[in-house]
């Protein structure tokens, strides 16, 4: 149907020239499967709880043209792909069913260039049977995996840990304008909900395992960040962020840069004068919105900024 | 104006006869009082970090009738309160904090006959210094303080804490109807989030001090419950609902009643035959929605029971 | 085995004198069952969009107690019941269809004395097609039924509907203590969300029809909600929710009783003094906690207050 | 500090050697705030009702490596700054507001090469008075400024726009691998979200008023797209993202591309055999998750793909 074949279908020219539009990126797939894995070591029972996202994008432009589905694996299939694997592979680490699974699809599928995975991890604690768990912590554990056939990329992360650090933060020093009021301060609260990517910079092959132990690493990562922020005397709330990138980083040989997304979540002292009262640094109204949003990124020296942001 | 002045104002018969409704039940505060109380103990900080909501009744027929508030306490002062006591008083715990807060509205203001207050507590854990902390855990505390000038009323409890028995769980020998298609099972995941509230039969009064240790009273209570679910060999949630309750009056003798309310989380063993496997307990669908829900309260054996319900 | 073969079960002097604990109120279901209905009148389509959640009580101390299940219906039969009777009998309205359901539980099953159904109602736009559809509006509409083989108990509602007067609201003449700080105001933003339910007097019964038109009584309280409420010149929100119940019952004679919770979402004027503007009743700032909370039961006279809270 | 002076601040060459990390992108702002804006014309009143996002960027380095905050202006400054343009300025529309905002702080701040100010919208309708009002509707409209001193990029949008067309969709013809299950189908339910963004060519200026009437095209937009999905016979959800796009496109001269995210909200048609009852097209389950997810970019023929997004 196009006057030039020999151009690749999205081309602009390659489309009858009525058409006044043409197909950009896209991807499509099936979205937050739950799955849960259980494996019974005898009476010890362990449990991996995932939420996976799979996104694949190819050649997709006669879907979107005509509604032709020949090449569209359905995002069903995608999903009975995610259980039918967690049973054949099992489930060692968000990671790895990831690998899996992104290598399945752009193997299996001609029509499938690209396949990118997101999975998010609920991690639970055992109670007092080898069978018996309770969910843990506020921080959801993710990652994402992207494989183009001879490429991998995994950004692994974490979500909603929040922190604080009761003193040991100033703010001062600040370009003031016209609208500015803020008084400068030599002890505040700084608290915040650590949002952090992290990429792997030769995330390896599955198969011949020079990969990293994904969940030692996980572990590793979210230790730097912690201390990071409670060890740092912060002066700014981007320095915190330097510095915890930059601990990551330092610590952790195989990962080449740090994405973090830093609210400020306001804490502030609220004025008693008025009932005859001193605060001093004791009570504190915890606010909503609006908040500070610090987003950087931190890279080993020699790496690219990869991580996709949102700017 | 009325017709009858020696009738309660809120008395059908002391309303001018035109005025074909009156008012029933009714409250008014302040809700959601984000407070963060920090303590110094030389380097060592200690955090309080609370929300806390406020309802007031009493003789409000006026402020309703004719838009008068010659007998409202503003809610805003309402909010100023938390934040001095906090200074005052300190937060011990969300039960004292509550109590105070509740003693006062009721005495300090002549309209007001009821004071009921509500407080989620976010719990912190210690990072690597001693003023840094990090948010722990899914659950929230909570507590419902309700006094009226004479009897304390206090119903503590916790929201969303999220557990699972992987195996232990049967579920059979149940009525049939021409719409039961689930079948039986001897061995099933059983999943919930442990919504609990507990009542003090003798809550105390805060300065004579028979009042209980709160704070380790809620530690009891959540280990109560964790093992009692972790513990039970369930033939019914019901069944595990019920030993939860009771093994909380058991172990704490103060407490009189305890309603649980546990949505049955379904976890859904996958049908993998299509694929040629063989799904052996192993891998499952978590669903949202629907979900069985379960709810009762147990009572200790003379007690009534007073858990509010919205039956 | 109770000592005492004539009492009811659940009395503690009819369980073996070595258990501390007996059953107290108590109900499980099925809950959120979203059932989707279309009805197809030629080119012409309807669309009901329900959230169904079910909780049923009677005699169900065995199955707390020991675990049996032999008079327990299970909740996926419940949801089964939900899809059939939409397809059985259609939904003509969320109240019938909750009617159908509860004389259903009750009467079909001998352990079932009393069933609640809960029924929230997501409303849907035409587009241009007849069978196009886009979601309406920010509000929730909502029933509850409860049946006890007797008497019927039908409350309407609606969740989330917010509004705003812009003008037309004052707030002065209110009680001042020592945490009172909050300035007098002759003229301020009046902004909540509408919280309803009202609780008809004789619902009547599905078969001989003396049952209102749900849908029709639906809109019109919702018309004279917003009525009363842009309407009212608001010397408090106590007054503006008065007003709005008793105009409500005034309009619907069937309506005997109205709760409404209403959140007072604050819009601060900001100062702006700092910036040598005047900001003159123009520049808010909406926030999000604390807010007030004025909750309140309008009744017709001679009515009784029945719409559960819990207080 | 730097041992290269005329390296810019970010190259790692200009760290200390010792240094194994370097900053990459950056931003930072004050992340929503909520701003109303009333403006009386006499007894007839108007809102604006946004919650408003800044982010900036530039010569951020120093802060980050020494906390060193003299190019810093505060985020609460940024705050101020929205409150005093909603004042100064009012606020036309979201588009025009982001964009005074965007030019004010890169052109008055030396070290901000760059705003990115993004703002959800509130809409609200008019009740009985001339100052009351209801919150419209489901979607929220949205506005992304971006501007580097030289040229300006708008990116304007809405999202949760849940449309539904309960026939005129057919899914069959897919590919089919070990994992497929998914029977074809000839007549199915199509409801999705609409989430969208589209890019205006040639944004304009604020001063020079070549800028579209933001307002009048929001509608003409959502009017489309409403009229796209409807009138579609869709034989793949990606054709009709397709249509939907190219329709915007071919509509209004001045966008140029149009990203669609468009979940699969499934319903599907419950198996209703069990119950001697034929489901013919009538009753429907609507799941949660997973839910399909396509997403795609339609272009203008020349345009580029600049929408960002986060593969």
Redesign the interface.
């Known amino acids: 149907m196009s006057p030039s074949d020999s151009l690749p279908p999205s081309h602009?020219d390659s489309?009858p020239p009525s058409?006044?539009?043409?197909?950009?990126?896209?991807?499509?797939?099936?979205?937050?499967?739950?799955?849960?894995?259980?494996?019974?070591e005898g009476a010890t029972?362990h449990?991996k709880?995932l939420n996976v996202?799979i996104?694949l994008?190819g050649d997709?432009d006669e879907?979107?043209?005509?509604?032709?589905?020949?090449?569209?694996?359905?995002?069903?299939?995608?999903?009975?792909?995610v259980?039918?694997f967690?049973?054949?592979y099992g489930i060692a680490s968000a990671e790895r069913f990831g690998m899996h699974l992104a290598r399945h699809f752009v193997s299996?599928?001609e029509?499938i260039r690209r396949a990118?995975i997101r999975i998010e991890e609920y991690t639970?604690e055992r109670?007092?049977?080898q069978?018996?768990?309770?969910?843990?912590?506020?921080e959801t554990r993710t990652t994402e995996i992207?494989y183009d056939g001879e490429t991998w990329q995994v950004i692994s992360g974490l979500t909603g840990?929040?922190?604080?650090?009761?003193?040991?933060s100033e703010?001062?020093?600040?370009?003031?304008?016209?609208?500015?009021?803020?008084p400068e301060t030599q002890d505040r609260?700084l608290a915040t909900e650590v949002n952090a990517r992290w990429r792997f910079g030769r995330p390896g092959d599955d198969g011949a395992d020079p990969a990293p132990d994904w969940d030692s690493r996980y572990a590793e990562v979210r230790r730097l960040l912690?201390?990071a922020?409670?060890?740092t005397y912060?002066?700014?709330?981007?320095?915190t962020?330097?510095t915890m990138?930059?601990r990551v980083?330092?610590g952790v040989p195989e990962i080449d840069?740090v994405r973090l997304s830093l609210?400020?979540k306001h804490?502030f002292l609220?004025d008693?004068a008025?009932?005859d009262?001193k605060?001093d640094?004791?009570?504190?109204?915890?606010?909503?919105?609006?908040?500070?949003?610090?987003?950087?990124?931190?890279?080993?020296?020699?790496a690219q900024?990869r991580i996709?942001?949102?700017?």
């Open positions: 602009p489309l058409r006044p539009t043409y197909l950009g990126p896209n991807q499509y797939g099936k979205a937050e499967n739950r799955v849960v894995r259980i494996t019974r029972h449990v709880d996202s996104a994008s997709m879907v979107h043209y005509s509604g032709s589905n020949v090449n569209v694996l359905t995002t069903d299939a995608m999903k009975n792909t259980y039918a967690a049973k054949e299996s599928q029509s990118r639970w109670i007092t049977e069978h018996s768990f309770v969910r843990k912590g506020q992207s840990l929040v922190v604080m650090n009761s003193t040991d703010f001062w020093g600040f370009a003031k304008d016209k609208y500015t009021t803020l609260i912690l201390e922020f409670a060890g912060s002066l700014s709330l981007q320095q962020l330097y990138g930059t980083i330092e840069e609210p400020n804490h609220v008693l008025p009932f009262l605060n640094n004791e009570v504190y109204f915890a606010a909503d919105r609006p908040y500070g949003l610090i987003e950087g990124t931190v890279l080993r020296d020699g900024a996709p942001i949102t700017d």
